[in-house]
């Protein structure tokens, strides 16, 4: 046992373990796993390090956030420069640079009419923020029945509470909490693919639905073309641009999920631009600060935020503490802009590539359901759900970190990610997934 005291305890990479499995609860995780656990040194670049001098190239890059890879100069700059002004202070009654700077660069880059920013603490409070904003603004236009939400199965909003209520009902991984979660509508997942011809019999679900519930309806809430941990699934823009009629016209707003898929993941700079659409809402994390840091964003119409002004209580009712947080608003100001600054647009499109033409010997094989590419992002679904136990050490063997779950193993590279580092991550994929 290690006593408690004060200053840093060196321990060695044993150690190191045996103390995380006795005290740490990782993500989805049981304090019993078995699953093996990985020390990390250090990471630049695409490449983790291990403690024992092992290098993993990063095909996940840190649940799609680093889109710069690790310890990128410009962003290190960044963190230091803000420590040394300003690491901290409240957001209420005050306000400092790195916030006016972010939201002004989030307002100039995403769809009109959004020009409000709401800064929240991770994906999935930002996701918590909109629904708020979503019951609250029909609230203050005196529909106070208006306060249901529909979306479409296989989708996934993040883990707390009222997040969990449109995750997908039963592979959304919160079936536990079924009679719990305020129970809404789910209309069928969209079955036209990305690149299938548009059939019109695919919004009839989500249309069936609105027409028959709009009275208690207050929004229409998904991920945008590409659906991510509920199922890595990618379908028609024209989907999109239909929910935003719908919306339209029977009153509804729509609150887009671009946690994942915002800064270019998808191949647009937001996926809502593959339908040339813009929410009424939009959620905005992970890859916002290149990875550095926790921020999420909430954008909204401007009539969304004169509503709930005007209305009562004449505010709207969420203030995380560390709201806005100047570390945070630096970083995510320097992430952007090196984003924009760079060619992007021709990164993710030679990724893209280079993941298409590697996993696509994976199609062959027996234990394959179906491979898939969209920009940055390439999914092998297997037929059967993955093992853990012995999945993840094979890829670790191959110098490669990829992190499946369920029938799903796939990659979200960072854009700085070489066609040759490319080559070897999905090499690895399809070693280990022919067994």
């Known amino acids: 046992m290690f006593r408690k005291q004060a200053g840093a305890t060196v321990m060695t990479a044993d150690e190191l373990l045996a103390y995380d499995r006795q005290h740490i609860w990782h993500p989805y995780s049981s304090i019993n796993s078995s699953l093996p656990l990985y020390p990390v040194e250090s990471a630049d670049g695409v490449r983790i390090r291990l403690a024992d001098g092992r290098e993993l190239i990063d095909g996940m890059a840190s649940w799609w956030s680093v889109i710069h890879g690790y310890n990128h100069p410009v962003l290190t700059a960044a963190l230091q420069k803000q420590a040394a002004r300003l690491s901290h202070v409240m957001f209420g009654g005050l306000t400092h640079e790195p916030a006016v700077e972010l939201a002004r660069l989030l307002v100039e880059i ?63 991984m919160h079936q536990l909490f079924k009679g719990i979660l305020p129970e809404y509508l789910f209309a069928d997942r969209p079955d036209c693919g990305f690149y299938d011809d548009w059939d019109e019999a695919d919004i009839s679900s989500l249309e069936r639905l609105i027409v028959e519930n709009h009275g208690s309806l207050c929004a229409v809430i998904l991920e945008p073309v590409v659906q991510g941990a509920g199922g890595m699934r990618f379908y028609h823009p024209r989907y999109l641009k239909r929910v935003r009629q719908l919306c339209d016209q029977y009153d509804l707003l729509l609150i887009a999920d671009e946690i994942a898929t915002g800064f270019g993941r998808s191949g647009r700079l937001f996926a809502c631009e593959h339908a040339g659409i813009a929410p009424d809402l939009l959620c905005l994390g992970k890859a916002l600060t290149g990875g550095c840091m926790t921020l999420a964003a909430v954008l909204a119409t401007r009539k969304v935020g004169e509503t709930i002004s005007d209305g009562e209580p004449g505010v709207f009712m969420h203030g995380p503490t560390f709201m806005a947080n100047p570390l945070a608003c630096a970083v995510a100001s320097a992430s952007v802009k090196l984003l924009l600054d760079s060619n992007w647009e021709q990164r993710v499109g030679d990724i893209e590539s280079g993941l298409r033409q590697g996993l696509a010997p994976c199609s062959t ?12 992002i390439g999914v092998v679904e297997m037929k059967e759900a993955v093992d853990m136990e012995t999945i993840q050490p094979a890829f670790v063997d191959r110098g490669v970190w990829v992190r499946p779950f369920g029938r799903l193993v796939y990659v979200m590279p960072s854009y700085c990610m070489s066609p040759e580092e490319i080559s070897i991550l999905t090499t690895a994929i399809f070693e280990v997934v022919a067994g």
């Open 110 to 172: 995403t769809p009109d009419p959004l020009d409000l920013v709401f800064f929240a603490d991770s994906g999935s409070v930002a996701v918590e923020v909109a629904m708020k904003m979503a019951i609250q603004y029909f609230h203050a236009a005196g529909k106070p029945d208006k306060k249901r939400f529909l979306t479409i199965r296989s989708g996934y909003h993040g883990d707390v509470f009222h997040c969990m209520s449109v995750c997908d009902p039963v592979n959304g």
């Open 365 to 376: 094989l027996d234990c394959v359901a179906d491979v898939r590419v969209l920009g940055g």
